[in-house]
């Protein structure tokens, strides 16, 4: 084994707990969520992230929760064992792009409400309102196209996969 790897496997899993943080949430979550991304096996226990992260088991309980209330891991049991372990749900990339695509919704329906409020004001008054609308209007026609072009994308890899 490189020497570096366990550093740089360490590193990997700081530098997805700080992107969570970026994106509001819990860095503990996104550090679970990293280290899920290239644990073998796949599948870890509460004990085993709690080791693996150098993090408390009431911790790693709370943040399992919340991450399997967002759709990116769930919970499995394996035959003979009696304990839980996590792994990433299938299909968790979408499952976060569903996610913003109904934030952005709800910034361009503040946005609206907010123009609606400013109706009879001057145009130089809505302006950073009207950005603010306009941007995530546009963003809300087009992410669900790209989601279109993923998926079909993700079946043709698909196909192929099975073909050769």
Known sequence: MNPDQP??????VEEVGLMFEL???PRMSGRIFGWLLIAE???QS????AEGLHASKGSISTMTRMLIQL????????????RDYFQIKPHAWSQMTRQRMAQITAFRQLAQRGLDMLATEPPHIK?????MHDIHAFLEKELPLLDERWKEEQ????????VE
């Open 71 to 82: 759709g990116l891991i769930e919970r499995v049991s394996l035959p003979t064992e009696r």
């Open 41 to 43: 096996p796949p599948y």
């Open 46 to 49: 509460n004990t085993d992230l």
């Open 23 to 25: 994106a509001g949430l």
């Open 155 to 162: 079946a043709k890899q698909q196909f192929q996969g099975n």
């Open 7 to 12: 550093f740089e496997r360490i590193h990997f």
């Open 127 to 131: 302006r950073r309102l009207q950005e």
